[in-house]
Protein backbone atom coordinates (compact mmCIF):
# COMPACT_ATOMS: atom_id res chain seq x y z
CA UNK A 1 0.00 0.00 0.00
CA UNK A 2 1.01 3.22 -0.31
CA UNK A 3 1.27 6.60 1.68
CA UNK A 4 -1.35 9.17 0.55
CA UNK A 5 -1.19 12.95 1.39
CA UNK A 6 -4.35 15.09 1.03
CA UNK A 7 -3.88 18.79 1.08
CA UNK A 8 -6.69 20.21 3.51
CA UNK A 9 -5.57 23.88 2.92
CA UNK A 10 -1.84 23.88 3.69
CA UNK A 11 -2.07 20.70 6.27
CA UNK A 12 -1.04 17.42 4.98
CA UNK A 13 -2.14 14.48 5.86
CA UNK A 14 -0.99 11.07 5.42
CA UNK A 15 -1.85 7.37 5.52
CA UNK A 16 -1.34 3.71 4.96
CA UNK A 17 1.80 1.19 5.11
CA UNK A 18 2.35 -1.26 2.83
CA UNK A 19 5.48 -4.43 3.68
CA UNK A 20 5.83 -7.31 1.81
CA UNK A 21 7.72 -10.31 2.96
CA UNK A 22 10.07 -12.92 0.84
CA UNK A 23 8.02 -16.27 3.57
CA UNK A 24 4.84 -14.49 4.23
CA UNK A 25 3.55 -10.54 3.24
CA UNK A 26 0.86 -8.64 5.10
CA UNK A 27 -1.11 -5.22 4.02
CA UNK A 28 -2.56 -2.48 6.57
CA UNK A 29 -3.98 0.47 6.37
CA UNK A 30 -4.48 2.47 9.62
CA UNK A 31 -6.37 5.23 9.76
CA UNK A 32 -4.43 6.69 13.00
CA UNK A 33 -1.24 7.03 10.75
CA UNK A 34 1.37 4.61 12.34
CA UNK A 35 0.94 0.91 11.45
CA UNK A 36 1.66 -2.18 12.84
CA UNK A 37 1.70 -4.89 10.96
CA UNK A 38 2.60 -8.44 12.19
CA UNK A 39 2.77 -12.50 12.34
CA UNK A 40 0.42 -14.01 14.18
CA UNK A 41 2.57 -16.60 15.09
CA UNK A 42 4.34 -16.52 18.73
CA UNK A 43 7.22 -18.05 18.11
CA UNK A 44 7.84 -15.80 14.47
CA UNK A 45 9.01 -12.16 14.08
CA UNK A 46 6.85 -9.51 14.86
CA UNK A 47 7.20 -6.84 12.79
CA UNK A 48 6.06 -3.02 13.72
CA UNK A 49 6.06 -0.29 11.56
CA UNK A 50 5.64 3.30 12.26
CA UNK A 51 5.70 6.64 10.38
CA UNK A 52 6.56 9.82 10.73
CA UNK A 53 7.12 13.09 8.93
CA UNK A 54 8.97 16.53 9.77
CA UNK A 55 8.97 19.42 8.17
CA UNK A 56 12.61 20.29 7.45
CA UNK A 57 11.97 23.59 5.80
CA UNK A 58 10.35 24.84 9.34
CA UNK A 59 12.64 22.56 11.22
CA UNK A 60 9.30 20.86 13.18
CA UNK A 61 9.37 17.73 15.54
CA UNK A 62 8.77 14.66 13.64
CA UNK A 63 5.50 13.83 13.99
CA UNK A 64 2.60 11.70 12.60
CA UNK A 65 1.35 14.67 10.66
CA UNK A 66 2.65 18.43 9.93
CA UNK A 67 1.72 21.72 8.32
CA UNK A 68 3.66 22.35 5.24
CA UNK A 69 3.54 24.76 2.72
CA UNK A 70 4.37 24.92 -1.36
CA UNK A 71 8.52 24.54 -1.82
CA UNK A 72 8.73 22.99 2.26
CA UNK A 73 11.19 20.03 1.89
CA UNK A 74 9.30 17.11 4.55
CA UNK A 75 11.49 14.34 5.69
CA UNK A 76 9.49 10.52 6.39
CA UNK A 77 11.00 8.28 8.24
CA UNK A 78 9.66 4.88 8.65
CA UNK A 79 11.15 3.09 11.60
CA UNK A 80 10.83 -0.79 11.31
CA UNK A 81 11.19 -3.62 14.61
CA UNK A 82 11.04 -7.16 14.83
CA UNK A 83 9.54 -7.20 18.65
CA UNK A 84 9.19 -10.85 18.55
CA UNK A 85 11.79 -14.08 19.09
CA UNK A 86 11.99 -15.20 15.96
CA UNK A 87 13.88 -13.88 12.97
CA UNK A 88 12.33 -11.79 9.81
CA UNK A 89 14.11 -12.39 6.51
CA UNK A 90 14.64 -10.67 3.09
CA UNK A 91 11.51 -8.08 3.50
CA UNK A 92 11.02 -5.20 0.99
CA UNK A 93 9.58 -1.78 3.02
CA UNK A 94 7.62 0.19 -0.06
CA UNK A 95 6.31 3.60 0.07
CA UNK A 96 5.32 6.10 -2.47
CA UNK A 97 6.25 9.90 -2.85
CA UNK A 98 2.89 11.73 -1.71
CA UNK A 99 0.56 13.75 -3.77
CA UNK A 100 1.93 16.69 -4.75
CA UNK A 101 5.13 16.26 -3.62
CA UNK A 102 8.29 15.06 -5.56
CA UNK A 103 11.80 13.87 -4.19
CA UNK A 104 14.13 16.32 -3.06
CA UNK A 105 16.94 14.49 -3.65
CA UNK A 106 17.85 10.66 -4.54
CA UNK A 107 16.34 8.10 -2.31
CA UNK A 108 19.62 5.97 -0.09
CA UNK A 109 19.74 3.53 2.21
CA UNK A 110 21.84 4.63 5.36
CA UNK A 111 23.81 1.40 6.37
CA UNK A 112 24.36 3.65 9.72
CA UNK A 113 20.09 3.32 10.20
CA UNK A 114 20.00 -0.59 9.60
CA UNK A 115 20.95 -3.80 11.59
CA UNK A 116 24.55 -4.49 10.06
CA UNK A 117 22.74 -7.54 9.49
CA UNK A 118 20.54 -6.16 6.51
CA UNK A 119 21.59 -5.51 3.18
CA UNK A 120 19.61 -2.68 1.00
CA UNK A 121 18.78 -2.07 -2.36
CA UNK A 122 16.54 1.02 -3.59
CA UNK A 123 14.15 0.68 -6.54
CA UNK A 124 11.64 3.45 -8.48
CA UNK A 125 9.86 1.75 -10.42
CA UNK A 126 8.27 4.81 -11.86
CA UNK A 127 11.53 6.46 -12.96
CA UNK A 128 14.95 7.10 -12.13
CA UNK A 129 15.94 7.67 -8.88
CA UNK A 130 16.93 11.76 -8.51
CA UNK A 131 15.76 14.61 -7.88
CA UNK A 132 11.96 15.21 -8.92
CA UNK A 133 11.15 11.64 -8.92
CA UNK A 134 7.34 10.70 -8.10
CA UNK A 135 6.06 7.48 -7.49
CA UNK A 136 6.55 4.24 -5.57
CA UNK A 137 9.47 3.56 -3.66
CA UNK A 138 10.85 0.31 -2.67
CA UNK A 139 13.53 -0.88 -0.09
CA UNK A 140 14.62 -4.42 -0.42
CA UNK A 141 16.40 -5.65 2.33
CA UNK A 142 17.98 -8.82 2.45
CA UNK A 143 19.32 -10.49 5.42
CA UNK A 144 17.94 -11.69 8.69
CA UNK A 145 16.09 -8.43 11.16
CA UNK A 146 16.35 -10.63 14.85
CA UNK A 147 14.28 -10.17 17.82
CA UNK A 148 14.69 -7.23 19.24
CA UNK A 149 16.26 -5.17 16.09
CA UNK A 150 15.12 -2.05 14.64
CA UNK A 151 16.21 0.10 11.62
CA UNK A 152 15.29 3.03 9.75
CA UNK A 153 14.63 3.97 6.04
CA UNK A 154 14.35 7.61 5.38
CA UNK A 155 13.53 9.80 2.30
CA UNK A 156 12.60 13.37 1.67
CA UNK A 157 10.15 15.04 -0.57
CA UNK A 158 9.45 18.87 -2.02
CA UNK A 159 5.84 20.08 -1.91
CA UNK A 160 4.94 21.49 -5.12
CA UNK A 161 4.62 25.23 -5.88
Known amino acids: ?????????????????????????????????????SNSSSESGHLTLTKTVQNITQNTPASVSTVANPGDILEYRIKFTNTGVGDIRDMVLHD????????????????????????????TPHGNNSVGYKGDILWSLGGVLSGGESGLVVYRVKINN
Do not use: W, Y
Not at 97 to 104: L, M, W
Open 1 to 37: MQRIVRVISTLFIFSNIFLSLISFAHSAEDDSVAGNI
Open 96 to 123: STPEFTSAQQAVTCDALLLPSSLSCKIA
